[in-house]
């Protein structure tokens, strides 16, 4: 699946990739629209419409990742109500071997992640997932999220890496199309980011949903 002998540089996605998506889903679709419906006195259906195309509108841009802006948009305290479900935040299988496994081969290993500052620093609480790679990079220290060349961009001068030496290991298929377009060489997917959604068919990359697959080759 990877010519390890080719590669590096680590390039890691956090949610979806290393923690269970099932945090951020249950959070957006469900937790979220009950208090916004609470809050704002409305019926529960016609509010998750509502916040569902609101949320879809800001896809792929650095404000639908940004718990500034939703907590100004909703008039409601988001890091503050991801707390209520952080008992949900956990690792995918496997992915605490996989990264043991990276960082005993001697491989410069970073997380890359779109997440807001506030809910990194949430997910490093229960997890401690920072202690397992050499750096964590938030695209908001950007100003870009990584569905953008200029995140990349931005990444080259603050880590400087060899795109042709380089993995990027990412559930989101839109960040694996631009990593390619800046000429990152190794990109992997993952079927499954949300362990309680069935998995996906994915044709455009390699793709897994066992870590113990790429670590073997490691």
């Known amino acids: 699946m990877l010519d390890w002998q080719a590669i590096d540089t680590v390039l890691l996605d956090m949610d979806g990739t290393l923690l269970d998506l099932h945090f951020d889903s249950h959070f957006w679709l469900e937790l979220l629209p009950e208090r916004y419906a ?87 609480e229960v997890t401690a997932i920072d202690t397992h790679v050499d750096l964590v990079i938030c695209s908001h220290d950007f100003g870009y999220p990584k569905e953008e060349q200029a995140f990349w961009q931005a990444l080259q001068e603050v880590e400087p890496f060899d795109p042709a030496r380089t993995l990027l290991v990412d559930d989101s298929l839109a960040v694996l199309a631009s990593a390619r377009r800046y000429g990152i060489a190794h990109l992997l997917s993952i079927t499954q980011p949300d362990s309680t959604q069935p998995e996906r068919q994915i044709d455009e990359y390699p793709a897994t949903n066992d870590f113990s697959e790429v670590i073997a080759a490691l």
């Open 38 to 124: 609470q809050h704002h006195g409305l019926e529960l259906e016609p509010a998750r419409a509502w916040l569902h195309e609101r949320l879809r509108q800001e896809q792929g841009a650095l404000s639908w990742y940004c718990l500034d802006f939703w907590t100004e948009q909703l008039n409601l305290p988001i890091a503050l109500l991801k707390r209520e479900i952080m008992d949900r935040i956990g690792f995918r299988p496997g992915a605490k071997a996989f990264l043991h496994a990276l960082r005993a081969s001697g491989r410069r290993t970073l997380i890359a992640t779109n997440a807001h500052r506030d809910s990194l620093a949430l997910k490093v």
